[in-house]
């Protein structure tokens, strides 16, 4: 159980965040503090430094300058344990889909059990349930997708990371995970997730943070910045956005 302080949003802040590599700046952030209630989308075109940001956020790579701080302090173990990240390309164990789920409860120290009315749950949550025993590399992309995110779910944490996870799925595919990003959110799971699709953010943000050049060029209430963008960086990208 998610216990009253971890239930509140988590505000995460960066502060004189810069990445270079062979002389190049990659990534550079003065300030950013993302503290709304609900699902923080990083938009922007290839190359904006999106997942860059996301990997320094959860942790993954340490940046050159600067440092993300949650809640007021800098990131920590305690932190890390409590996020979790979904990438573009599900990462699955060679394994079926139960036991990956059951791989990270059993880390987590559940009992066998416990484990298996959390499986059942979990899968239930992602419309897998018929696939338990279903070897995990042969699900199509959409129910890897799926099941990608319900071990991150199986961690119980407080902030999600999701990096692109629908931009190699159809429609469908993508309105199903949708949903359950929607209800994580809804539950109290922190969500910052990248995306190039403009449709998205309008689906699920609530704030957005717009992306150019290693540079966060706006960011604000989602409406604000996608329906009225005080930068030309915003206006183009979405203008260009439209008629795609
Ligand atoms: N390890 C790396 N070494 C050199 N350049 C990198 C490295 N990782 C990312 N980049 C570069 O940094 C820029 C931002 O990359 P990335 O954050 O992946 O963009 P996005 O996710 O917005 O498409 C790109 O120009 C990419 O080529
Ligand atoms: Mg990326």
Redesign the pocket.
């Known amino acids: 159980m998610r216990d009253l302080v971890s239930e509140m949003a988590r505000r995460i802040t960066v502060n004189g965040l810069q990445?270079a590599?062979?002389g190049?700046a990659?990534?550079d952030v003065p300030h950013l503090t993302l503290n709304g209630p609900g699902p923080t989308l990083?938009l922007?075109?290839?190359?904006?430094?999106?997942?860059?940001?996301?990997?320094c956020l959860h942790g993954l790579?340490a940046p050159d300058k600067g440092y993300v701080e949650q809640d007021g302090v800098p990131l920590n173990a305690d932190h890390k344990a409590r996020q979790a990240m979904v990438f573009q390309q599900p990462v699955l164990l060679r394994r079926s889909v139960a036991a990956n789920l059951d791989f990270v409860l059993k880390r987590q120290g559940l009992q066998r059990v416990a484990r298996k009315t959390r499986i059942a749950d979990l899968l239930a949550q992602g419309g897998l349930e018929g696939k338990a025993r279903q070897a995990a590399r042969s699900l199509s992309g959409g129910e890897a997708q799926r099941l990608a995110i319900l071990r991150a779910l199986a961690l119980d944490p407080d902030t999600l990371f999701l990096?692109?996870p629908t931009s190699a799925l159809d429609p469908g595919a993508t309105q199903v995970i949708e949903r359950m990003i929607l209800r994580a959110s809804e539950g109290g799971v922190r969500i910052v997730m990248?995306t190039?699709d403009i449709g998205q953010a309008r689906r699920l943000a609530s704030d957005v943070v717009m992306?150019q050049g290693?540079h966060v060029v706006e960011h604000g209430d989602a409406r604000q910045v996608l329906d009225d963008p005080k930068s030309d960086a915003s206006r183009r990208y979405l203008a260009g956005g439209l008629v795609t």
């Open positions: 990445i590599r062979n190049t990659l990534l990083i922007g075109p290839n190359g904006a430094g999106k997942s860059l940001l996301l990997r790579i990096d692109e990248v190039h992306m290693g």
